[in-house]
């Protein structure tokens, strides 16, 4: 899913904007520049690695939550399903208990139908 994004892309020829000039003497690479150039590959395979084992570890751990999400969904549903269960068989009432005009108290029962 997410390696489609870090895909490695043909690079596409550029158009230039001016002639190109004649092609003069050749230019020599030594092998202090050659060396160079292989360590920086190496270091971008190295990199690239690295970044996929990053984006598996992501992956898991995105799934890993969902399902638990999952879990936890199915877990408050069994809950509502258990209390509806008992509250469409019980009632509940509540009455406050005044002294001398006072709230003092309040007294909470619930019984079966």
Same mark, same amino acid.
């Given at each position: 899913m997410a390696f489609r994004l870090f895909r490695k892309r043909q690079l596409e020829p550029a158009v230039p904007a001016? #002639?190109?000039l004649p092609v003069?003497?050749?230019i020599v690479v030594d092998a202090a520049d050659a060396?160079?150039?292989e360590s920086a590959k190496e270091i971008l395979e190295l990199l690239e690695l690295e970044l996929g084992a990053m984006i598996r570890q992501? #992956?898991?751990a995105a799934n890993s939550v969902a399902g638990d999400a999952e879990a936890t969904a199915a877990t408050l549903s069994t809950i509502r399903q258990r209390t509806n269960a008992l509250t469409g068989l019980m009632r509940?009432?509540?009455v406050p208990i005044r002294v001398n005009g006072r709230h003092w108290a309040g007294f909470r029962t619930a019984y079966k139908l």
């Amino acid at each position: 899913m997410a390696f489609r994004l870090f895909r490695k892309r043909q690079l596409e020829p550029a158009v230039p904007a001016v #002639e190109p000039l004649p092609v003069g003497p050749t230019i020599v690479v030594d092998a202090a520049d050659a060396s160079d150039s292989e360590s920086a590959k190496e270091i971008l395979e190295l990199l690239e690695l690295e970044l996929g084992a990053m984006i598996r570890q992501l #992956e898991r751990a995105a799934n890993s939550v969902a399902g638990d999400a999952e879990a936890t969904a199915a877990t408050l549903s069994t809950i509502r399903q258990r209390t509806n269960a008992l509250t469409g068989l019980m009632r509940e009432i509540d009455v406050p208990i005044r002294v001398n005009g006072r709230h003092w108290a309040g007294f909470r029962t619930a019984y079966k139908l």
